[in-house]
């Protein structure tokens, strides 16, 4: 590995890292909405722009609806545009997650994970992107606000890598990371900006029709195209299919983008698309998402102390979701616990739980898989109530006739 | 139009491979619109209203109606000064 460069460290929120990420990543558009955890965000952008620090423009727009629309349209004329949002301003966004996917528009968009309305709640869950699974966006969760910094800038390669083009969103738990001051690695300008390079948008051969040129994937009026006109039962599936061969097609990339950021900045997070601790021996694993397992960390080291064998695996990659690396990891362990931020209501457990034990599906030995949801509404979950759902998991033997799912933290 | 293609034969983001014109959407029609060339006197009206582009005139001649393309809405012969067009079934 090549000797990693010299970094600046710095005092910054999870929202921060994230804006110095942008500033960094020489992002040409920048279009999005005020809305509390990720406010902080697009404040500093505004104000590196206004001091001259970032070479963006700025578009302030009406609506999150908006924030994406424009985000969309800068993307599809061949910039490099950057967005973020959270809970309601994520589900105001619905119509135009799918388009920006769809049109393989690489926008990116830090998503600050805040609990959805009703009631009116600022603080986290995974809600507000779980509910986006489907869009056809890849999702990356961070730890912390570090992981959120290094997640963004390669949210870029990733996105507009030309075996993938599709957009990505980086998450972080609103206040517990958005708001939490840490100390943060900052990459040199230069280092950062030769990492991500400027945007050069993906070639492609035209058809037959507009004379079977190869041009760049953007609207320009030398050659004019459409993006997505129209598409009946003819060729709607086809365009779909694409889409979840792009998919299958990131985990090799993001894992190798992973690794050539690792070899910049020092820092990796697992293959980058699983973070395992402990994991290699463990009886029981634990796996969840986001900040609660940097907790868990310190959890499980508790209970190895106890001479409990119990590991943990953080998912980076919801979308596209790593089974193959799960099922690896989870062959040999007797028991699973996974921890969901958010509720599928009337689903046989949260998102992530749905995904894991199906992925198990396929083993010969499987483990029991017990589901916790927690957290909801940013519900606190200290370490006393992991340890309590680590030993449950650690004492689960049999695959129950119905999944168990506990609520822990929830009062009765 | 051609045979359907795959997936892998089409270029992505849905970017149309093949131009408009090429689908024929006349069958959507149930009236057509018949130009009377006695009543006519080359306006260019139905031309210009014409929504779907399915009036060909060369500004010379009589106008007359690309059927493969014409959806039948009425609204040239709604414009039409002197009542030339009329809508018939079929």
């Excluded at chain 1, 340890?387 to 695959?399: F, G, H, P, Q, T």
């Excluded at chain 2, 006695?38 to 009206?45: F, Q, R, T």
Aim: hydrophobic share 40%.
């Amino acid at each position: 590995m090549a000797k990693s460069v010299q970094q600046r460290m710095m005092s910054l929120n999870g929202d921060e890292a994230v804006a110095w990420a942008a500033r960094q990543s020489n992002v040409d558009v920048v279009a999005a909405f005020p809305i509390t955890p990720q406010t902080i965000i697009m404040e500093r952008i505004a104000e590196f722009i206004h001091d001259g620090l970032m070479d963006s423009e700025i578009i302030r727009v009406e609506s999150e609806h908006s924030a994406l629309s424009a985000s969309w349209g800068a993307s599809i004329a061949g910039a490099r545009a950057f967005t973020a949002t959270a809970a309601n301003g994520l589900a105001l966004m619905w119509e135009i997650l799918y388009i920006v996917a769809s049109s393989r528009a690489p926008v990116v968009m830090a998503v600050v994970n805040r609990a959805l309305s009703a009631p009116i709640n600022i603080h986290c869950d995974h809600s507000d992107s779980m509910g986006a699974r489907d869009s056809g966006w890849i999702q990356i969760y961070s730890e912390d606000a570090q992981e959120a910094y290094d997640n963004t800038i390669q949210a870029f390669r990733i996105a507009e890598h030309e075996n993938v083009q599709l957009p990505v969103m980086v998450m972080l738990d609103g206040f517990l990371i958005s708001h939490t001051m840490q100390n943060v690695q900052i990459l040199p300008e230069d280092v950062v900006s030769d990492f991500v390079g400027y945007r050069k948008p993906s070639r492609i051969k035209l058809p037959e029709f507009y004379g079977e040129k190869e041009i760049p994937l953007m609207l320009n009026p030398k050659y004019p195209i459409s993006i997505g006109p129209l598409d009946l039962y003819d060729y709607y599936f086809e365009h779909k299919m694409q889409q979840i061969e792009a998919m299958k097609r990131a985990p090799e990339v993001i894992k190798e983008i992973h690794k050539e950021f690792a070899e910049i900045s020092g820092r990796s997070y697992g293959d980058g698309l699983l973070d395992p601790y402990r994991a290699e021996d463990a009886d029981a694993l634990i796996m969840g998402i986001g900040s609660t397992m940097g907790t868990m960390k310190a959890v499980v080291d508790e209970l190895r102390e106890e001479g409990k064998k119990v590991g943990s695996v953080r998912i980076r990659t919801f979308r596209p979701f790593p089974a193959d690396e799960i099922r690896k990891l989870a062959s040999g362990v007797s028991s699973l616990g996974v921890l969901d931020r958010s509720a599928s209501f009337g689903a046989e457990g949260g998102p992530l739980f749905m995904e894991v034990r199906s992925a198990l599906y396929s083993l010969k030995d499987r483990p029991p898989v017990l589901g916790y949801i927690y957290g909801l509404g940013g519900r606190d979950m200290p370490p006393r109530l992991l340890k309590k759902i680590a030993e449950e998991v650690l004492s689960a033997r049999e695959e129950p006739e119905r999944p168990r799912v506990g609520y822990p933290g929830v009062r009765e | 139009m051609s045979a359907l293609r795959g997936w892998k034969e089409i270029p992505i983001a849905g970017i149309p491979f093949e131009p408009a014109v090429k689908y024929k959407t006349g069958d959507w029609r149930v009236f057509r619109p018949v130009i009377d060339n006695e009543k006519c006197i080359k306006c260019g009206l139905c031309w210009m209203f014409c929504p779907d582009s399915s009036i060909i005139w060369d500004g010379d001649n009589f106008p007359t109606v690309d059927y493969e393309h014409c959806k039948g809405c009425g609204i040239c012969a709604h414009e039409c000064p002197t009542k030339a067009i009329e809508m018939v079934r079929g």
